[in-house]
């Protein structure tokens, strides 16, 4: 079966850089239009989406944030990696990753999420 | 970006009855939408895809329906373990888009 889990710091501090990792298991990220992607949501707050990364290295990034964000990947660990810079007070939020298994497709896996503090 | 606006942005309802929410696109994007629960700390779970595709495992209270714009998510008869948050997304294009979500609660 399809798990994912995040794994990274629960507090940064403001200006410093977040580094998450998502470890998979039950699918393979070489898989032609297989997906790994992040999604954020502040407490009490709405979904957003911030990037994915497709079997192919194919990468996309929300605009906004995209000067900002790093997604990465490494199939032989079954690993993605999202970094963001220059972390701010309103980043403060439980980060998600999640398996989209193609193209137009939906997350149909998430992983459980992991809250990240942002604070001085 | 393609904006989705969620209505209601909450609803309370009581057990067996039936909710409806809607889900309006900015621009049409066919039928790539999904619906997601989520219930206090926890992960959201999709429940439909392509707009009317139940997720498998998903009850068959649920349903989608729309395409273009306008889609909604119908509970036909609400039960206990339904009060949580509703999110529609939209798959159609990058950036890829949520709602604002619609908390059903209980009455």
């Known amino acids: 079966q399809i798990t994912l889990k995040e794994s990274g710091p629960t507090l940064v501090k403001p200006t410093q850089t977040l580094t998450l990792t998502c470890t998979f298991s039950?699918?393979?990220?070489?898989?032609?239009?297989?997906?790994v992607g992040w999604i954020r949501q502040p407490p009490g707050k709405a979904l957003e989406w911030l990037a994915l990364?497709?079997?192919?290295?194919?990468?996309r990034y929300s605009p906004s944030l995209k000067s900002r964000l790093t997604i990465t990947k490494d199939t032989s660990k079954n690993q993605v990696v999202l970094t963001m810079t220059n972390m701010d007070p309103v980043d403060t939020a439980t980060y998600y990753c999640?398996?989209?298994?193609?193209?137009?497709?939906?997350?149909?896996?998430w992983g459980q999420g992991t809250l990240v503090t942002v604070s001085s | 970006d393609i904006q989705m606006t969620q209505s209601p942005s909450s609803v309370s309802a009581s057990v067996g009855d039936r909710v409806t929410i809607t889900c309006r696109a900015s621009?049409?994007?066919?039928?790539?939408l999904a619906w997601y629960q989520q219930k206090p700390g926890k992960a959201p779970k999709v429940l439909i895809y392509?707009?009317?595709s139940l997720q498998s495992g998903v009850p068959s209270r649920f349903s989608g329906s729309g395409s273009g714009t306008d889609f909604t998510l119908t509970i036909s008869s609400l039960q206990p373990e339904d009060f949580a948050a509703y999110y529609c997304?939209?798959?159609?294009?990058?950036?890829?888009?949520f709602g604002g979500g619609t908390k059903v609660e209980i009455k």
């Open positions: 039950g699918f393979s990220l070489s898989t032609r239009g297989v997906g």
């Open positions: 999640a398996h989209r298994p193609g193209a137009a497709a939906p997350f149909d896996y």
């Open positions: 621009q049409g994007i066919s039928s790539w």
């Open positions: 392509g707009a009317s």
């Open positions: 990364i497709y079997w192919d290295d194919d990468k």
């Open positions: 997304q939209q798959a159609n294009s990058f950036p890829l888009t």
